[in-house]
């Protein structure tokens, strides 16, 4: 089979092998700018938005991808050379694969490059919504205190070199300070990220950061800039060479960076947008009035689940989410976590089939062909946990509940930081506080209170002594037996008591 590079010229030639584009590319307008395009934006966002410009009312609303960071330069080139272009390969549950090209992202810029650039196209008045994927660090806040961080040294470049920002609060400030002094209007910034009230965390961290750098600012943002929350939800695995070369071998597409997904996905949004938005409702987003209890669910569910599945995998020596759940042992540990401590603290989800929902966690996270690694899902843990897990340990607690199975978890993590899996092999550990993590993994050999005390992580929870209690057991217990071994005892333990 003949192959062709992905760009626009060679749309036509692909079309009769992979659903592509059928409107007019050259016609739609940036009205989002979106920054973070890596592979969910892909998947999630980029995918809703490219489903509805099919309808030609909504040309308005093509996206401009902004690669934020240094390391985001092979993403925007990829993008650059393919016209923005790329394929979404669906890996539905029976193996077979759904590819379609996207095309809602129709610019592109490398922030590092060309600051300034970056700064006009947030400014200018055509662009309604600017869309956050950052990552659940990206938002610059102290865990425990839930301050902006000042002190992180790209903040102070920022606030040293406003016109030359490295950070989303620079650039958001810089921006906003051009729509003042031009008279225009404001927008709307939605975040996409897992992080709980997610439009309330991104208000908070700018305000925050726009009174040190520019303080006559605030009120305008105040009364100009809305920050809807959401809940998004798509598996989305780094893309392999294995899948470019397929795509390139099964279809004749030759492209650099095709994106690779579950077949499920949901976005819910708080419907509170400035200046309009999208009918992302007419391609399966959910728009509600409160979002709190779907990201509850979400974030403690699937998110914590995918926590569990990797840190006790990767103790295990497995490498995939899908072998994880694939263990019997862990399987169910992860639904007696589910049932047992987090859904007792949930509250009420109206509308929601929640047995219906865990199950299908199960299945997605059993999907043979997503392949997602554990070594991404681990990854940055120091940021993902306190907002995964620890806020069902701090619920149950509060109601004297029980908390055997996250103190478990929180142990086996202790241990995970050491760097080496039960097996002796080493552990890919990438985590902005990874050199903290293990220095306190090694005095907790002999202490393990000791890895509680990173309080950027942990707060004040070294204080309970209900939780050290629990966690020391466990950490002990997996020094001695083993992770698989203790496992299989405390579902049998949580077992016999539920029954």
């Excluded at 610019?107 to 919504?129: C, D, G, R, W």
């Excluded at 979400?298 to 990767?314: E, F, M, R, T, W």
């Excluded at 263990?327 to 047995?355: H, Q, S």
């Excluded at 908390?403 to 760097?419: H, Q, R």
Aim: charged fraction near 25%.
């Amino acid at each position: 089979m003949e192959s062709y590079k992905l760009n626009s010229g060679n749309l036509s030639k692909i079309a009769d092998r992979v659903a592509v584009p059928a409107y007019d590319r050259t016609d739609v307008r940036a009205g989002i700018v979106h920054v973070g395009i890596g592979g969910f934006h892909r998947a999630h966002q980029a995918y809703y938005t490219d489903q509805l410009l099919h309808d030609s009312a909504n040309k308005d609303w093509g996206i401009c991808g902004i690669a934020l960071l240094d390391y985001d330069q092979k993403i925007y080139n990829t993008l650059k050379n393919q016209d923005g272009l790329y394929t979404l390969i669906v890996k539905e549950l029976d193996g077979t694969l759904t590819k379609n090209v996207i095309g809602s992202i129709v610019e592109y810029l490398f922030a590092p490059e060309n600051p300034s650039a970056v700064i006009e196209k947030m400014a200018n008045e055509e662009v309604k919504i600017i869309s956050l994927t950052i990552t659940e660090g990206g938002y610059n806040y102290n865990e425990t205190t839930g301050a902006f961080n000042f002190e992180n040294p790209l903040i102070q470049h920022d606030l040293n070199n406003p016109n030359a920002p490295k950070t989303i609060f620079g650039y958001l400030t810089q921006a906003f300070k051009l729509r003042k002094e031009r008279g225009l209007l404001g927008c709307t910034v939605q975040s996409c990220d897992n992080v709980q009230g997610n439009g309330h965390v991104a208000e908070k961290m700018l305000l925050s950061y726009v009174k040190a750098a520019e303080p006559e600012l605030v009120s305008w943002i105040e009364a100009n800039v809305s920050f809807p929350n959401s809940m998004v939800d798509r598996i989305t695995p780094a893309t392999s060479p294995t899948d470019i070369a397929h795509l390139k071998e099964t279809s004749g597409i030759d492209d650099a960076w095709p994106v690779v997904c579950e077949p499920f996905n949901q976005w819910v949004i708080e419907d509170n947008f400035m200046a309009g938005r999208p009918a992302w409702e007419n391609v399966g987003a959910q728009f509600v009035s409160d979002v709190v209890p779907y990201e509850k669910m979400k974030l403690s569910l699937l998110n914590a689940g995918h926590s569990v599945l990797g840190i006790l995998g990767a103790l295990n020596g497995y490498s995939t989410i899908d072998e994880a759940v694939g263990d019997k042992a862990i399987r169910t540990f992860l639904k007696l976590y589910m049932d047992c401590e987090v859904t007792p603290v949930l509250g009420d989800l109206e509308g929601v089939d929640l047995k219906r929902y865990k199950q299908s966690l199960i299945e997605r996270f059993g999907n043979v062909y997503i392949k997602d690694q554990i070594d991404r899902i681990c990854s940055e843990s120091s940021a993902k946990l306190p907002i995964f897990i620890l806020p069902t340990v701090y619920a149950q607690l509060k109601e004297k509940g029980s908390i055997k199975l996250a103190a478990f978890v929180i142990a086996a993590w202790a241990i995970y930081s050491l760097g080496l899996d039960e097996k002796g092999n080493s552990l890919v550990i990438k985590d902005v506080l990874s050199d903290v993590l293990r220095e306190k993994a090694i005095k907790a050999k002999n202490e393990p209170k000791q890895f509680l005390t990173v309080e950027a992580v942990f707060g004040n929870l070294q204080n309970s002594a209900t939780f050290v209690e629990g966690y020391s057991k466990s950490y002990r217990d997996i020094l001695k037996y083993g992770v698989v071994k203790c496992v299989v005892e405390l579902n049998s333990e949580i077992l016999d008591k539920t029954v």
